[in-house]
């Protein structure tokens, strides 16, 4: 059964489990976007084809929030919310070692390898990247990881995975950014836990928060 974190008539949030996809993908299993279709066609009796918008996505070994829309309406103005870098986005990581001071704004350079799956990071700017930002707050250090709580200021494809990685803080479990074990689900310890934005009808500030990651 799906969790759904927030909905009214334009927009639905719904908690990803780690090793789900947002949208459907061959040989994998149901995906997010077709469960909240269910749960739609189901709780407002809907006949036929459900109508939902992918505003966003995260990465499949990542869990956490993930907002949809209701309306081609919403759609189009969420999109344009992002773009316009008018969403507060946070998340909770489990790392290895400990980031260089207790908060810090990370900025880079990240090029993109489509045909490894894979993002660079560089301290300087460098031909087809493109500039990434993030904040971190340390919340606790206990022996050789620490948990961070991490705002996102730009949305670039595995862009959290990449600058934790280039600062030797390499996210618990993500063997393809440096960790040294995988987790046993293959889920990487990275959660997408809020997102804040004004409602694009409505134009009241909405909060949306999960619960906290087990890992934490």
């Known amino acids: 059964m799906v969790q759904i974190l927030y909905e009214d008539n334009h927009l639905i949030a719904a908690l990803k489990q ?101 993002t660079k990071a560089f301290d300087e700017e460098v031909t087809k990247a493109t500039k990434a930002q993030l904040e971190y707050t340390l919340l606790k250090k206990e022996g050789k990881f620490s948990w961070l709580k991490i705002k996102l200021l730009t949305g670039r494809k595995h862009q959290i995975r990449a600058q934790l990685a280039y600062i030797g803080c390499s996210i618990a479990g993500d063997v393809k950014y440096g960790a040294q074990t995988p987790n046993r689900n293959g889920s990487i310890c990275l959660h997408s836990f809020s997102l804040s934005f004004i409602h694009p009808v409505k134009k009241e500030p909405i909060l949306i928060e999960t619960e906290m990651p087990t890992f934490l």
């Open 18 to 118: 780690s090793g789900q996809t947002v949208q459907p993908e061959p040989n994998k299993p149901k995906s997010l976007e077709e469960e909240v279709k269910q749960y739609i066609k189901v709780n407002e009796n809907k006949p036929g084809e459900v109508y939902l918008g992918v505003i966003h996505r995260i990465d499949m070994p990542v869990s956490g929030l993930v907002l949809f829309a209701k309306s081609s309406k919403a759609l189009v103005r969420m999109n344009e919310i992002f773009q316009k870098r008018e969403v507060e986005k946070h998340y909770i990581a489990k790392v290895h070692n400990r980031p260089p001071s207790a908060k810090g704004l990370l900025t880079h350079w990240l090029r993109r390898d489509e045909n490894k799956n894979f």
